[in-house]
């Protein structure tokens, strides 16, 4: 749903292409007691400002304005295709010092028994002689 022209007092659209930016400013007439409120939020700016000639990519400040308790103004700033081509960075490698290998001694692990606990008398005991295991 578009804005209702009568609705707004002011309207500016600044396009900086350079910038890669197009500013819209509104103000909106106060709420006549015969008329319901004016609630304006981004979305329905993006309208206004492809008119004013901004191929608008994406939102970069966003901002919501009613007229319910007076006369309300609001700015919207949008992302446009800029007249700018992105410079290309070259990523630099950075040389990294050799570092020089050290061979390393090999050493074999020696095994170590386990120890074997004694088993206990009791439930437990007979449990996992049952199962089978020692």
Known sequence: MAIDPKVIKHKEV????????A?????????NINEPRTKISGHKIIDIAIEGGAEVVRVL???????RYGEASGTWVFEILSNKVPEKKTA???????????????ETAV?????????????FAKRDKKKGSK
């Not at 600044?14 to 930016?21: E, I, P, Q, S, Y």
């Not at 095994?111 to 439930?123: M, P, R, T």
């Open 111 to 123: 095994k170590k028994e386990a120890n074997k606990e004694e088993s206990s008398s009791g439930f």
């Open 23 to 31: 500013t819209v400013n509104i103000t909106i007439y106060p709420r």
């Open 14 to 21: 600044l396009v900086d292409r350079d910038a890669g930016t």
């Open 61 to 67: 400040e966003d901002c919501t304005i009613s007229n």
């Open 92 to 106: 630099v490698k950075k040389d990294k010092p050799v570092e020089k290998k050290v061979p390393v001694k090999k």
